[in-house]
Nanobody
Framework: VQLVESGGGSVQAGGSLRLSCALSGFIVNTKRCVGWFRQAPGKGRDRVAGVRSGRSNTYYADSVKGRFTISQDNSKNTLYLEMTSLTPEDTALYYC??????????????????WGQGTQVTVS
């Protein structure tokens, strides 16, 4: 299983970015959960958004609700995070995570065994 994030960068407050995460190595046509997490300097890994495949249930941390949107394109095996109205508090290293099968809490980092290397988002 491999996850590769892209799309990070520097943006001014109020701006937007779209992160992508290319997934490979998963068993085709099976259920899975995927999510986005972030880690700011000196802080722990924090929840951002999660989704269960096949059910279209999406979950968001309160801090990003209404500003961020998680989606996936199964034909491209890619996960996205559309981020709008960015603030300096959104500055962090953003990771995507995935697990085969369904989990009870798609926003809990410890439930994911597979992680990407992260992509930096800086808002000034």
């Amino acid at each position: 299983v491999q996850l590769v994030e892209s799309g990070g960068g520097s943006v001014q407050a109020g701006g937007s970015l779209r992160l992508s995460c290319a997934l490979s190595g998963f068993i085709v046509n099976t259920k899975r959960c995927v999510g986005w997490f972030r880690q700011a300097p000196g802080k722990g890994r924090d929840r951002v958004a999660g989704v269960r495949s096949g059910r279209s249930n999406t979950y968001y941390a309160d801090s990003v609700k209404g500003r961020f949107t998680i989606s996936q394109d199964n034909s491209k095996n890619t996960l996205y995070l559309e981020m709008t109205s960015l603030t300096p508090e959104d500055t962090a290293l953003y990771y995507c995570a995935a697990t085969q099968g369904l989990i009870s809490d798609p926003l809990r980092p410890s439930m994911y065994p597979n992680w990407g290397q992260g992509t930096q988002v800086t808002v000034s």
